[in-house]
């Protein structure tokens, strides 16, 4: 399934969701996109890409896991 959701982040000081990447056992940060639909991000170590949708479950959470 391919997301349209934009992976753009051009602003400074957006919100930001902090996020424990479960497999590389490290944290990062997401940041929301400047559409505001989404926070997006990617793991500091195998630099997977990772996204959360705002309004869906759990978005709301100051923290939470991702699995890389
Ligand atoms: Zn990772």
């Known amino acids: ?3 349209q959701l934009s992976r753009k982040t051009t602003n ?3 919100r930001f ?3 424990r ?3 590389c056992a490290c944290y990062g940060r997401l940041y ?3 559409e505001g639909t989404a926070y997006v991000g ?3 170590r195998c630099g997977k890409c990772y996204q959360a949708r ?3 479950k759990g ?3 100051r923290m939470f896991m991702a699995a890389c």
């Open 21 to 23: 990447f479960v497999n």
């Open 1 to 3: 399934m391919r997301s």
């Open 32 to 34: 929301q996109n400047d």
């Open 12 to 14: 400074k000081g957006k």
């Open 54 to 56: 705002i309004g869906e």
């Open 59 to 61: 978005t709301d959470n």
């Open 17 to 19: 969701l902090g996020v």
């Open 42 to 44: 990617s793991c500091p």
